[in-house]
């Protein structure tokens, strides 16, 4: 163990998973059936003894088509898709844990608001306070084309519609005061309908009359869940940093995501708010073994093979309605801008490193962040080193496999945070009951 000593503040954890396959044709494969939901029952079991902040539920809303014009790679290597509906296994989730937070991603595309505050709501109260919204606006063409779009609004006004939708929500968890519940058996009154309010919300994009006909959620003082979000351009940081009690984050070196985060902090002290209430999670994929050699040789062999380059780029291409399998390996990319994920698009092409397309996948695995591939201890110490030098906040675990394995879980929740609690980086017990207090607590 390392004998350096941290003189800050602790980092906070949570991981990236989505409701979809598990490395099911790996050593460690669970079955690729976790569709009944046991599988992430058992991870997230395993996470919250680890003391993990929260499980940040992924969606995306098509099958894509982006890579090479068909469908052929999404399907075969099960990328997108097939998925389960995140909302079913937040439940499930909330119900087999007791101190850790549930997020789950709904779109603001997809959801009439009143559906969506009904929905946390209710799940909030299921998880106990726990549960937390990763507000999306949708990034791909294809998925506006299931809602009956021809393609998705243009970014400022995804993120305009997204401030009112989000005002409205926070209305309509607000309709009921607090106390309106009464229960009072003398008088038969399980609601006192005078603390309970219709909201009539008339927007520019939405109107809503209100009140929700569910209980509140759990989580008050302002009663909403907790909000996660992910905006990486400039009007998407703006929108993160005015609303988010947790921002996750893609940056593609340690200056990077020191950069993201004092931007962030910037924007929401403009805002008004204190910037430590914005609490940014970076992505972070450590490939952890026994001995550094053997990480080592996993990460290579990995990222050696033509599966590896096609499952990257038909991941990217799908979040960026860009096809990367137009571009030569071995040269720079051209400069990309895209109406949809473009923080995402731009962490991974680092514009103006000179690296070839193919040097941009490898870094991907990784996140581009050197010192993440060996033992537990070893990227213990560099996880530490990191945070110091970025400030804050955390990191949001996400396998470098694509996919989740059993032996990938307990890789990070039985050897890394054993190895992070050690050196006292991460948290050993739950202070508080609620998410939104947890992220506070440091
Ligand atoms: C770590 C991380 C997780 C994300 N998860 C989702 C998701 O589950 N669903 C989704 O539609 N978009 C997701 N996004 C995309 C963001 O919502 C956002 O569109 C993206 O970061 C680009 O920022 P921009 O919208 O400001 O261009 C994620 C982004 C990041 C960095």
Same mark, same amino acid.
């Not at 690729?32 to 029952?41: D, K, L, Q, R, S």
């Not at 009112?164 to 006192?192: F, N």
């Not at 694509?402 to 039985?414: A, D, N, P, T």
């Given at each position: 163990?390392?004998?350096?000593?941290?003189?800050?503040?602790?980092?906070?954890?949570?991981?990236?998973?989505?409701?979809?396959?598990?490395?099911?044709?790996?050593?460690?494969?669970?079955?690729?059936?976790?569709?009944?939901?046991?599988?992430?029952?058992?991870?997230?079991?395993?996470?919250?003894?680890?003391?993990?902040?929260?499980?940040?539920?992924?969606?995306?809303?098509?099958?894509?088509?982006?890579?090479?014009?068909?469908?052929?790679?999404?399907?075969?290597?099960?990328?997108?898709?097939?998925?389960?509906?995140?909302?079913?296994?937040?439940?499930?989730?909330?119900?087999?844990?007791?101190?850790?937070?549930?997020?789950?991603?709904?779109?603001?595309?997809?959801?009439?608001?009143?559906?969506?505050?009904?929905?946390?709501?209710?799940?909030?109260?299921?998880?106990?306070?726990?549960?937390?919204?990763?507000?999306?606006?949708?990034?791909?063409?294809?998925?506006?084309?299931?809602?009956?779009?021809?393609?998705?609004?243009?970014?400022?006004?995804?993120?305009?519609?997204?401030?009112?939708?989000?005002?409205?929500?926070?209305?309509?968890?607000?309709?009921?005061?607090?106390?309106?519940?009464?229960?009072?058996?003398?008088?038969?009154?399980?609601?006192?309908?005078?603390?309970?309010?219709?909201?009539?919300?008339?927007?520019?994009?939405?109107?809503?009359?209100?009140?929700?006909?569910?209980?509140?959620?759990?989580?008050?003082?302002?009663?909403?869940?907790?909000?996660?979000?992910?905006?990486?351009?400039?009007?998407?940081?703006?929108?993160?940093?005015?609303?988010?009690?947790?921002?996750?984050?893609?940056?593609?070196?340690?200056?990077?995501?020191?950069?993201?985060?004092? +931007?962030?902090?910037?924007?929401?002290?403009?805002?008004?708010? $204190?910037?430590?209430?914005?609490?940014? &999670?970076? /992505?972070? @994929? *450590?490939?952890?073994?026994?001995?550094?050699?053997?990480?080592?040789?996993?990460?290579?062999?990995?990222?050696?093979?033509?599966?590896?380059?096609?499952?990257?780029?038909?991941?990217?291409?799908?979040?960026?309605?860009?096809?990367?399998?137009?571009?030569?390996?071995?040269?720079?990319?051209?400069?990309?801008?895209?109406?949809?994920?473009?923080?995402?698009?731009?962490?991974?092409?680092?514009?103006?490193?000179?690296?070839?397309?193919?040097?941009?996948?490898?870094?991907?695995?990784?996140?581009?962040?050197?010192?993440?591939?060996?033992?537990? +201890?070893?990227?213990?110490?560099?996880?530490?080193?990191?945070? $110091?030098?970025?400030?804050?906040?955390? &990191?949001? /675990?996400? @396998? *470098?496999?694509?996919?989740?394995?059993?032996?990938?879980?307990?890789?990070?929740?039985?050897?890394?945070?054993?190895?992070?609690?050690?050196?006292?980086?991460?948290?050993?017990?739950?202070?508080?009951?609620?998410?939104?207090?947890?992220?506070?607590?440091?």
């Amino acid at each position: 163990m390392s004998d350096r000593r941290r003189m800050t503040r602790p980092f906070h954890l949570a991981w990236f998973v989505n409701f979809a396959v598990d490395e099911w044709n790996g050593p460690f494969s669970a079955g690729g059936t976790p569709w009944n939901g046991e599988f992430y029952i058992d991870m997230a079991k395993a996470m919250e003894r680890a003391c993990f902040d929260y499980i940040m539920l992924e969606d995306t809303l098509m099958i894509s088509d982006s890579y090479g014009g068909s469908m052929d790679a999404y399907l075969k290597y099960a990328l997108m898709g097939p998925k389960g509906d995140p909302a079913p296994l937040a439940a499930l989730l909330g119900n087999h844990t007791s101190k850790m937070g549930v997020v789950a991603t709904f779109s603001t595309m997809a959801y009439p608001p009143y559906m969506l505050a009904r929905l946390c709501a209710t799940l909030d109260n299921i998880c106990g306070g726990r549960f937390g919204w990763n507000i999306v606006t949708s990034g791909e063409n294809l998925a506006a084309q299931n809602f009956g779009m021809d393609e998705l609004p243009p970014r400022q006004d995804r993120y305009d519609m997204a401030d009112e939708y989000v005002e409205l929500c926070r209305q309509l968890w607000m309709s009921w005061e607090p106390g309106a519940i009464v229960k009072d058996h003398a008088t038969d009154t399980y609601v006192d309908y005078t603390k309970v309010h219709p909201i009539h919300f008339k927007g520019r994009y939405y109107k809503c009359r209100g009140p929700l006909n569910c209980v509140p959620p759990k989580q008050g003082n302002p009663q909403r869940p907790a909000f996660v979000q992910a905006g990486g351009s400039p009007r998407g940081r703006q929108f993160a940093a005015q609303t988010a009690d947790s921002i996750i984050a893609v940056a593609s070196s340690v200056k990077a995501m020191k950069a993201y985060r004092d +931007d962030i902090r910037e924007r929401a002290e403009k805002f008004g708010r $204190d910037p430590d209430e914005v609490k940014v &999670f970076f /992505i972070a @994929s *450590p490939v952890l073994a026994e001995t550094e050699a053997s990480a080592k040789r996993r990460f290579e062999a990995y990222t050696a093979s033509i599966e590896y380059q096609v499952k990257t780029l038909a991941s990217v291409s799908s979040i960026t309605d860009i096809d990367f399998s137009q571009f030569d390996l071995d040269e720079e990319l051209p400069h990309l801008t895209t109406n949809g994920e473009q923080g995402s698009l731009d962490a991974f092409a680092q514009w103006g490193s000179g690296k070839t397309l193919r040097q941009l996948c490898k870094d991907r695995a990784t996140r581009g962040l050197d010192g993440f591939v060996g033992t537990p +201890d070893q990227v213990a110490d560099r996880m530490g080193e990191v945070m $110091d030098e970025v400030g804050g906040d955390g &990191f949001l /675990i996400s @396998s *470098p496999f694509q996919k989740v394995s059993r032996e990938y879980i307990l890789q990070v929740c039985e050897g890394l945070v054993p190895a992070l609690q050690r050196r006292g980086l991460t948290r050993t017990s739950y202070a508080e009951p609620t998410l939104r207090e947890n992220l506070k607590a440091f």
